[in-house]
């Protein structure tokens, strides 16, 4: 089943509860928040309050993609301010097990996001222990990032190893997802396919209607 997950990042800072609702009523299936720290990342967007704030404006999942050094530090906050999935950079963990367990155990979706440059290989072991795997199809750090096409073959490696292993993963991508990508990376094995700059939000404005096509006209080729 495809998933549409709207980029909170994108939307507009100064009405983000009446966005949310609005993204809802279009057919969004959970928001996609992008957290970042200047560390991990060279830019800084929100922090768990803005989670917290929103909460109460809907009730789809929530899933805090965390681009940040140390996510150990601050995952409990993420789930205090009612993240349903937690998304982790396998490239910012050196525990992966352990933390990974111990957020199964707050009863929390786990998610493990993958950068462009980082092999398969790197994830493979973890699959059975998540519920999504995040390919990032852009650098990360900004919306509007330019599209990596060698992520398609990436996204198919892991759909193989899910498949063989009959996982219950999901393949989500980020980044550059667009009418013309969309069909492409949802063919290699994408389900969740994240909505920034390119699709539901273009030149800063809210387009209602990209859901829906991402679910629809924009699947086929
Ligand atoms: C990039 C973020 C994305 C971003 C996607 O670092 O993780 O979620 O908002 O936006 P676009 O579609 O603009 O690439
Ligand atoms: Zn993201």
Redesign the pocket.
Known sequence: MIKVSP?I??ADFSRLGAEIKKLEKAGADLF?F?I?DGCF?PNITMGPLVLKALRDKTSLPFDA?L?VCQPEKIVKMFIESGSNIITLHIETIFFPYRLIRELKKEKVKVGIAINPATPVFHIEPLLPEIDMVLV??????????SFIPAVVSKIRKIKEMVERGRLNVEIGV?????EKTLPILVEAGANIL??????I?PEGKIRLSAIKDMKGKWLKR
């Open positions: 980029s990042m994108c996609h992008d970042m990342v993609h681009m990032m199809a852009v650098e990360p750090g900004f919306a509007g990032g980020d980044g550059g997802v667009n994240i909505g920034g700059s390119t699709s939000f």
